[in-house]
């Protein structure tokens, strides 16, 4: 919309979006802000991030997913044994998820409760939405010794979390901005029985909003590992047994090599796709097949899946999707709408975290999460913009997606708050 209007009233909802020159007059705010000629864009949803990994981006692992686990970030992710370095990391992951303009994210978090503590904290302070849970792993290699517990005591904090953190910030879930999940690592691991523990206890709190988040189907190796370790035909049946830990508000990450049962079965469920193309390009690990999975009906989001994923901004990631789709063989490549790149970015994000009523567009009577991009602060985008008839919605908004990048974020707002890095 070349000259359009957002309205954001007391209590932080949109309270009109749409054309400046129709905007009613019982809406108009107080205060006008004249953006032009910037845009005004949903906060972004980034589906899958992991806080201990902040300062592991560009890490040579020599290898693939497995290989790379072991010799950086297993390593890495240990070091937040230590408190004041856990809220280092908790500090530098808020304020850079601000400078991007990432007002939503599903974090997978820290094995230590402390971490998982400063993370909470930081998020509040900063006024970020934040959904996450502690890393589970209850068996692995050597490298991840400190990162491993018992079953009981991985089930006993996990329960803590949930009490501590599940909406702490408003005591209901349909308000907060903080809320728990269940996150075991990967099937790899935690043994069946672990996963059947956690399945009871999802059960038992899966009413109350709580997430569930893991990966899924990443790396053939670890495919192959998984079917052997745990004696299963499927990948997803590891997350699907007597206890299903599927369902709304359960999000897998990657979903690369998927079957074509697996991909039903997620989308009878409602469970939903955290896409990382970014991070598969980085390990090697293939790319998730769009078109034969939005066709079986999978909600698919965007994730920047950092550090292996080495680009923090969503439309970086929206970028990777773009091109490596464009590029997969035959009649799977496809080339995704600026609009659909968009959505998977925003609304689909919102819809994975079974927010969509809340936040993911700019819809009057929504919470006002957007942000402020001003081409102005980047050489030679608006430029590239000016070549465009301003009428013509899809090629600006794919010259902006493409092209965005940091500096061109200037304002961040949750709830109709501005946030300040």
């Known amino acids: ?38 845009f005004l864009l949903p906060g972004f949803v980034d589906t899958h991030i992991h806080f201990p990994q902040t300062f592991c981006t560009d890490s040579f692992g020599g290898g693939q997913l497995l290989d790379w686990l072991q010799r950086c970030i297993f390593p890495a992710e240990a070091k937040l044994a230590d408190p004041a370095h856990a809220r280092r990391v908790a500090a530098a992951f808020c304020r850079r998820r601000i400078e991007v303009g990432t007002t939503t994210a599903l974090v ?24 996450s849970g502690r890393g589970i792993q209850t068996v692995g290699p050597d490298a991840a010794a400190p990162l491993l517990t018992d079953e009981g005591t991985a089930i006993t904090l996990t329960q803590q979390e949930i009490q501590r953190w599940h909406a702490a910030d408003t005591g209901d879930p349909a308000t907060a901005l903080l809320h728990a999940a269940v996150v075991p690592r990967f099937a790899l691991s935690v043994t069946s029985t672990t996963l059947h523990a956690l399945g009871e206890l999802y059960g038992s709190v899966r009413d109350t909003g709580v997430y569930f988040h893991s990966h899924l189907s990443e790396n053939l190796s670890e495919v192959a590992a998984v079917r052997e370790s745990h004696g299963v035909e499927h990948y997803l049946d590891t997350y699907d ?7 709304r508000r359960s999000i897998l990450a990657h979903a690369v090599h998927c079957t074509d049962h697996e991909l039903s079965r997620m989308a009878e469920t409602g469970t939903s796709i955290a896409h990382c193309p970014t991070s598969q390009l980085f390990l090697g690990s293939g790319t998730m097949p769009w078109r034969r999975v939005t066709a079986r009906g999978v909600n698919v989001a965007l994730g920047s899946d950092v550090a292996a994923g080495d680009e923090w901004l969503i439309p970086r990631v929206a970028n990777d999707c773009f091109k490596v789709h464009m590029s997969e063989p035959a009649h799977a490549a496809c080339s995704i709408p600026p609009a659909e790149l968009l959505f998977a970015a925003t609304l689909a994000g919102a819809r994975a975290l079974d927010l969509e009523s809340r936040i993911g567009n700019l819809d009057a009577g929504k919470e006002a999460d957007f942000i402020v991009v001003d081409p102005q602060r980047q050489s030679l ?5 000016a070549q465009i008839d301003a009428d013509d919605a899809e090629r600006v908004l794919f010259t902006l997606l493409m092209g965005m990048r940091e500096p061109s974020i200037v304002e961040v707002y949750v709830r109709g708050r501005r946030l300040t890095s």
């Not at 997978?108 to 959904?131: C, I, K, M, N, Y």
């Not at 985008?381 to 913009?385: A, K, M």
């Open 108 to 131: 997978f978090g820290s094995a230590f409760p402390h971490a998982q503590d400063a993370l909470f904290e930081e998020s509040l302070r900063a006024g970020l939405r934040t959904v």
């Open 241 to 247: 047994g007597p206890h299903s830990l599927l369902g």
């Open 1 to 38: 919309m070349p000259d359009g209007a957002l309205a954001v009233d007391g209590a932080g909802r949109v309270a009109y979006s749409g054309a400046y020159a129709q905007l009613p007059r019982d809406t108009a705010p107080a205060d006008i802000v004249d953006h032009r000629p910037g």
């Open 381 to 385: 985008l608006p430029e590239r913009l």
